[in-house]
C-alpha cells in the first residue's frame, strides 16, 4: 500500500508543475519598441530586436508571432 500511494504522490507532483498557458500582452510605444508583458524589447542598430529582461519562452513565441504578422518573418531577435 505504500509504495501504490508514493506513486500517487509523485503522479500529483508532477502534474501540479506542469506549465500552463498564460496569456501575454504586446504594445508598441515606438516604431523600435515593443513592450511584452511588461518587459522591454528594442531593436538595435543592426535590426535585431533586443529583450532587455529575459522573456519567457512563451513570450519570445508571441512576440516572433506578432513580428511575422507586424513586420514579416523575423530571425532577428537576440535573447537577453
Not at 17 to 36: G, Y
Request: with cysteine; net charge negative.
Amino acid at each position: 500500500m505504500e509504495i501504490d500511494q508514493l506513486i500517487k504522490d509523485q503522479k500529483a507532483s508532477i502534474n501540479f508543475f506542469t506549465p500552463t498557458q498564460m496569456s501575454v500582452t504586446i504594445s508598441q510605444p515606438q516604431d523600435d519598441q515593443f513592450i511584452v508583458n511588461g518587459k522591454l524589447v528594442y531593436q538595435d542598430s543592426n535590426s535585431n530586436w533586443i529583450a532587455q529582461e529575459e522573456l519567457t519562452i512563451g513570450e519570445q513565441k508571441a512576440f516572433r508571432l506578432h513580428l511575422k504578422k507586424v513586420t514579416g518573418p523575423c530571425e532577428n531577435y537576440k535573447r537577453p
